[in-house]
């Protein structure tokens, strides 16, 4: 059980026994209208696929009452939100807490339970380097996922183009020789060096990628890096 990068089995020991820990189906929207007549359905809208829960149940054991309590306010601490990865699973899952159950079984043992709604179900990060002016890849996953690139150019440039990671080609200008440059679909930034240089960066959206076969243009010869994870609905 690894919470936002803590191992909670090494940090909290003999003090909690690891139960079960289930993942419910999302939440479904399906934008249907039935017309006077029609054969099937007309779908107006894409089916939106929500939040889901994800259940985690363990025993928490101590010397007293008041320790009990402090190991489960430590819990929940831990679980205030982030990124969850379960016992045998390789996804990771970004969560908000929802709630907690207790009940105290014997001196001073306690069955409880935390609720979790999660929002996204991400494969193993994905890191592609290339070299030139394009690239051809197959995104991983079954829903669309933000996309970071990073970009470097030998020389200096007056303006660059990007394309296929949005619907509008993003152009950057005045980029430096050897900088780095990070378009950041997780975070919607745009930096050099570091640095914010929204300023001087012509974009409508952030980078993202839908799975399968994508093809990414620059308007000059760069030494490139996509990341991303895949997501699953």
Known sequence: MIVNGTDLRTKYGLNVVWLSQTVNPRTVNVYNNWLDGAIDPAKYKKTKYTEFEIYIEM????????????????????????????????????????????????????????????????????????????????IKGTAETPAVLSLTSDIALGSLTVEGLTEDIITISNVGRNTSILIDGESCQVTENGEDIFDKVDLWSFPRASPGDITIKLGSTCSAKLSYYPRYI
Request: with cysteine; aromatic share 12%.
């Open 59 to 138: 025993l928490v054991k101590s010397e007293s009452k008041e320790d009990c309590e402090k190991l489960m306010s430590s819990l929940m601490a831990d679980f205030e939100s982030g990124i969850v990865q379960l016992d045998d699973m390789e996804f990771l899952y970004k969560f908000d807490m929802a709630k907690e159950q207790r009940e105290l079984k014997k001196r001073w043992l306690y069955h409880y339970e935390l609720t979790l709604t999660g929002h996204a179900k991400l494969g193993k990060p994905v890191n592609e380097s290339f070299t030139g002016t394009e690239y051809t890849t197959t």
